[in-house]
């Protein structure tokens, strides 16, 4: 129901003078509650009515009625010093001074209001809210306002919100008092302020009458959801807290006074509180402000100088300036050495602050060797504490997964591990969560989930469930999936990091930049193009919005961009794109980083198709030299690099250069990641494709085929395995074997269709070489091959490197910036299987163990009481498997959080090594046949 103004013929509201008529009555420290009973009822108890009723036709000392139409819904807390709220009216007022204020202790009876039913509070607030028009949410003390532990408050702005479409408006306000509380937390703890934000959560409130608290809550799951109502107040206190933080800022730097050493550290503590809400670009002139201070006080060589210098820096690297972050950083270990010796813990943050900016800037050989340094001076620092020598670990473990060196990672993670485990850190989550990271780097997924679930669980417990630690957390759990071609994981994965981003941080923070970015990286990797470009055009609008993320991370979207177009056959727009990411990318990393390479390798792809052979081979050479002076001969990213030439030159119509070089890359990719890879097979196509134009007909035609064989036994991966088939259907017209080309091309153009539609470039290449298999109908063999070779190229863009956003650990600015994403290099299972033999077999519906989502998969039990599930009925790749080990518990025994369709009788649960399978069936006749199959292999319950 809902309610027009016209309808609301008597919406009172008192004025700001008879507000302070009712405050001279109120005793000292009395709460809102108090002052109904001490105040408000005794001096109605003659006429029984409400007591704006006792001044409906009264004038007050500046001439306007006490009471009128009000203008503004006050939704307050009945617990609070009844001047908390009388001074949020007071600063309203004195902002709009013809308001008049819906003061529920005032406005309403309060000599029959506890006998009204819920109905009628729930039908009363409703329509003055709607009638009014404006809420005014009165918000103490700041880190836990009490209103949103109160049941009848979420109703109110509940009923704002669903108003909003009609024009109602939901202000938030914090008296002036709690500002100086706000800038004295920020002084104790700057972190404060969003473990403040992670613990607004309408779910804790609680109401006197136990049945109204359940009504309210059903109501607000039954509309908007308790994500949203909190996401809207979060939205609403970080707008606060950084207006706050930012005007206590300008009030102490405009000041002409000489700043106090106390006052320059303040402004240290500000500039971090900014840095957390995500306005690193607002915290620069907070530092630098702090940093003037000190140096009018102190030479350059003291500690406090040399503690904001390291804080600065870190908004250098922040913002993507990774020279000036290398020139402070160098600034402040200059500083700290002399003030205090090279041995001054500062001195080793200082270190870690330069070894960030290197490793980001792809200078691994200064990164690690700063960061050993780092690492030996915290280990021995007098002050050091055990978090700064875990961090130092940390430090130096990333340098290493940036490296490939996994042992030496692992052995600084089990360090930093071992420090955090003694004292129960809860910083111990982020070290499992890069343990899980090298775990997945090295192929061990079922150890990386592992180690991810352990640091969920204990984040969860330390943080609730929606701290923004649990994002990281969730990206890299996303990443695992991804390896394990688990897509629908992946999504659900990254998809849960970007609602607690938006929670947390609102839409337009550059963390919620990272978690459209990745989003939008797998969906490219599905072939979800549209989706893909909806992530990226999100987070681009997010990082020029805000100006405070790192320009690498604008110059990461343009490239993903280029990547999708470049999948759509946007050709020219791929170009266009992967243009500006190099060219940002040779400004802020130099002309030799990596990064640049990758955009050069993608844009060859690009140029091939747009008929500018000299340009990919002039980009692509330009790549391999680059890798070349960075990575070992046996390494994936060369061999790419050096598929990238030999296809840029066969465009070029130099078949032997692209002969050679291809048998180096496909070397160096066997070398890398094995026979059984799928960019291996992806290798061997190319060079099939080469010998092909050179008259080699045999030798391709074995080496496209046993491409084909390759992905058949891996992972499903749809665009390589149509990319190889429409290679293979080239080679047998090439090698005048029509007949056998079209079941290859056939195959291929199913594939194609199905990802890409009808009229994409590469399905329309592989339907016009199906066409060359009737008799008469063949291309000259140069063609064929040429477009082959841009086929291949295009494909080896997308599935090779999305540079996909894997966050190590909490810190959001020290990611992974390797060559090539792990996470889309999806490694080989192995040749397929021989189907085991089948005790049962059925649909059955799966909770995930990281994404508490149900997926339905198809299960198979063999008799030896192995148990393997599949996306498929065909079976043509295992999602998982597990041995049954000890248990089968039935039914209403399961005492867990089931989906709506799960009838008791159909659900079940298997007791297998380290975790316990929840499932249901269809039917429960479906439950029982397989509860009767399981008895036969697992022990009775």
């Given at each position: 129901l809902t309610t027009s103004r016209d309808q609301m013929a008597d919406l009172p509201g008192v004025s700001a003078a008879l507000l302070e008529l009712l405050a001279a009555r109120v005793p000292a420290g009395a709460s809102t509650a108090t002052v109904c009973d001490a105040v408000i009822k005794p001096a109605t108890a003659a006429t029984c009515c409400a007591f704006i009723d006792l001044y409906r036709d009264a004038v007050g000392p500046d001439g306007r009625p006490y009471v009128a139409r009000a203008t503004v819904f006050v939704s307050h807390a009945w617990a609070y010093d009844f001047t908390v709220p009388l001074a949020a009216m007071r600063e309203h007022a004195a902002a709009h001074p013809d308001a008049y204020f819906w003061f529920d202790v005032a406005t309403n009876n309060q000599h029959v209001a506890p006998q009204n039913s819920h109905e009628w509070w729930t039908t009363t607030f409703r329509q003055s809210i709607e009638g009014i028009g404006h809420v005014l949410l009165v918000l103490a003390p700041w880190d836990n306002p009490a209103p949103l532990t109160r049941a009848w408050c979420l109703f109110e702005i509940l009923c704002a919100i669903l108003a909003k479409e009609r024009g109602v408006r939901l202000s938030v306000v914090l008296p002036e008092s709690e500002r100086a509380h706000f800038c004295a937390g920020i002084q104790r703890d700057f972190k404060g302020i969003i473990d403040a934000l992670v613990d607004i959560r309408g779910e804790k409130a609680i109401a006197c009458n136990p049945g109204d608290q359940q009504r309210i809550f059903e109501a607000i799951s039954r509309t908007i959801g308790f994500a949203r109502l909190n996401r809207e107040v979060k939205d609403a206190l970080r707008t606060w807290y950084a207006a706050t933080a930012a005007d206590a800022a300008i009030a102490m730097l405009a000041d002409p006074a000489p700043r106090t050493a106390e006052a320059c550290v303040f402004l240290g503590h500000v500039g971090r509180a900014l840095v957390a809400l995500g306005m690193a670009a607002r915290a620069a002139p907070v530092f630098d402000g702090a940093l003037s201070g000190l140096l009018a006080l102190y030479s350059e060589n003291h500690a406090d100088v040399a503690d904001i210098l390291v804080q600065r820096s870190g908004v250098h690297t922040h913002l993507g300036e990774y020279a000036a972050a290398i020139d402070v950083a160098g600034r402040a270990l200059a500083a700290i050495t002399a003030a205090a010796g090279p041995g001054h813990i500062l001195a080793g943050r200082a270190l870690g602050a330069l070894a960030s900016a290197h490793k980001l800037r792809g200078e691994d050989t200064q990164a690690e060797a700063l960061a050993r340094r780092a690492l030996e001076v915290v280990t021995a620092a007098e002050g050091g504490t055990p978090e700064d020598v875990a961090e130092a670990h940390m430090d130096l473990a990333s340098v290493h997964i940036r490296a490939d060196q996994l042992p030496a990672a692992m052995a600084h993670l089990e360090a930093a591990r071992a420090v955090r485990a003694a004292r129960e850190d809860p910083a111990l989550a982020s070290t499992l969560c890069s343990m899980g990271l090298v775990h997945k780097q090295a192929g061990r997924y079922?150890?990386?989930?592992?180690?991810?679930?352990?640091?969920?669980?204990?984040?969860?417990?330390?943080?609730?469930?929606?701290?923004?630690?649990?994002?990281?957390?969730?990206?890299?759990?996303?990443?695992?999936?991804?390896?394990?071609?688990?897509?629908?994981?992946?999504?659900?994965?990254?998809?849960?990091?970007?609602?607690?981003?938006?929670?947390?941080?609102?839409?337009?923070?550059?963390?919620?930049?990272?978690?459209?970015?990745?989003?939008?990286?797998?969906?490219?990797?599905?072939?979800?193009?549209?989706?893909?470009?909806?992530?990226?055009?999100?987070?681009?609008?997010?990082?020029?919005?805000?100006?405070?993320?790192?320009?690498?991370?604008?110059?990461?979207?343009?490239?993903?961009?280029?990547?999708?177009?470049?999948?759509?056959?946007?050709?020219?727009?791929?170009?266009?794109?992967?243009?500006?990411?190099?060219?940002?990318?040779?400004?802020?990393?130099?002309?030799?980083?990596?990064?640049?390479?990758?955009?050069?390798?993608?844009?060859?792809?690009?140029?091939?198709?747009?008929?500018?052979?000299?340009?990919?081979?002039?980009?692509?050479?330009?790549?391999?030299?680059?890798?070349?002076?960075?990575?070992?001969p046996a390494h994936e990213g060369l061999a790419e690099a050096r598929a990238g030439v030999a296809g840029a030159a066969l465009?070029?119509?130099?078949?032997?250069?692209?002969?050679?070089?291809?048998?180096?890359?496909?070397?160096?990719?066997?070398?890398?990641?094995?026979?059984?890879?799928?960019?291996?097979?992806?290798?061997?196509?190319?060079?099939?494709?080469?010998?092909?134009?050179?008259?080699?007909?045999?030798?391709?035609?074995?080496?496209?085929?046993?491409?084909?064989?390759?992905?058949?036994?891996?992972?499903?991966?749809?665009?390589?395995?149509?990319?190889?088939?429409?290679?293979?259907?080239?080679?047998?017209?090439?090698?005048?074997?029509?007949?056998?080309?079209?079941?290859?091309?056939?195959?291929?153009?199913?594939?194609?269709?199905?990802?890409?539609?009808?009229?994409?470039?590469?399905?329309?290449?592989?339907?016009?070489?199906?066409?060359q298999c009737r008799p008469g109908q063949q291309q000259p063999e140069l063609q064929i091959v040429a477009k082959g070779a841009e086929v291949l190229q295009r494909c080896q863009s997308v599935s090779l490197t999305p540079l996909l956003h894997l966050e190590a650990g909490p810190d959001s600015t020290r990611q992974s910036t390797s060559f090539r994403s792990r996470a889309s290099c999806i490694p080989s299972r192995g040749p397929a299987r021989p189907a085991a033999p089948v005790g049962h077999?059925?649909?059955?519906?799966?909770?995930?163990?990281?994404?508490?989502?149900?997926?339905?998969?198809?299960?198979?039990?063999?008799?030896?009481?192995?148990?393997?599930?599949?996306?498929?009925?065909?079976?043509?790749?295992?999602?998982?498997?597990?041995?049954?080990?000890?248990?089968?518990?039935?039914?209403?025994?399961?005492?867990?959080?089931?989906?709506?369709?799960?009838?008791?009788?159909?659900?079940?649960?298997?007791?297998?090594?380290?975790?316990?399978?929840?499932?249901?069936?269809?039917?429960?006749?479906?439950?029982?046949?397989?509860?009767?199959?399981?008895?036969?292999?697992?022990?009775?319950?």
């Open positions: 079922g150890d990386a989930v592992a180690c991810y679930a352990k640091a969920l669980e204990i984040d969860r417990a330390v943080l609730g469930d929606s701290h923004p630690s649990l994002a990281t957390l969730y990206n890299n759990v996303a990443g695992a999936y991804y390896a394990l071609g688990d897509y629908d994981g992946a999504i659900a994965a990254y998809a849960k990091a970007l609602e607690i981003k938006l929670e947390t941080f609102g839409p337009h923070h550059p963390a919620t930049a990272t978690a459209h970015i990745n989003l939008g990286v797998l969906h490219c990797k599905r072939g979800n193009y549209t989706q893909a470009l909806e992530h990226n055009t999100a987070a681009l609008a997010i990082l020029d919005r805000t100006r405070d993320a790192s320009r690498r991370s604008v110059a990461t979207v343009l490239h993903n961009t280029g990547l999708v177009h470049l999948a759509m056959g946007d050709y020219d727009l791929a170009a266009a794109k992967l243009g500006e990411a190099i060219a940002m990318y040779d400004v802020l990393c130099g002309p030799d980083s990596p990064a640049t390479a990758t955009s050069l390798l993608r844009l060859s792809a690009a140029e091939i198709k747009r008929g500018r052979a000299a340009a990919a081979l002039e980009a692509s050479e330009r790549c391999l030299r680059i890798r070349v002076r960075h990575l070992p465009a070029c119509g130099d078949v032997a250069r692209a002969v050679a070089e291809y048998r180096e890359a496909l070397a160096a990719q066997i070398a890398a990641m094995g026979a059984a890879h799928d960019q291996t097979a992806v290798m061997q196509s190319s060079l099939a494709l080469a010998l092909s134009a050179a008259g080699t007909h045999d030798e391709a035609v074995a080496l496209a085929a046993a491409a084909v064989d390759t992905l058949g036994g891996l992972l499903r991966i749809e665009p390589e395995r149509a990319t190889v088939e429409h290679v293979l259907g080239a080679v047998y017209i090439r090698a005048g074997l029509p007949d056998r080309a079209s079941p290859a091309l056939e195959s291929a153009a199913r594939r194609r269709r199905a990802l890409f539609g009808e009229g994409h470039p590469d399905t329309q290449d592989t339907l016009a070489l199906l066409e077999a059925g649909w059955l519906t799966k909770e995930g163990l990281i994404v508490k989502t149900w997926r339905r998969r198809y299960f198979v039990l063999s008799p030896d009481g192995k148990i393997r599930y599949y996306p498929s009925e065909a079976r043509e790749r295992v999602a998982g498997e597990f041995a049954c080990e000890a248990a089968v518990v039935r039914g209403a025994l399961l005492a867990r959080a089931w989906p709506a369709d799960a009838a008791p009788d159909a659900r079940l649960a298997i007791v297998a090594p380290g975790r316990v399978y929840f499932l249901y069936a269809d039917t429960p006749q479906d439950q029982a046949r397989w509860v009767a199959a399981l008895a036969s292999v697992c022990a009775a319950p």
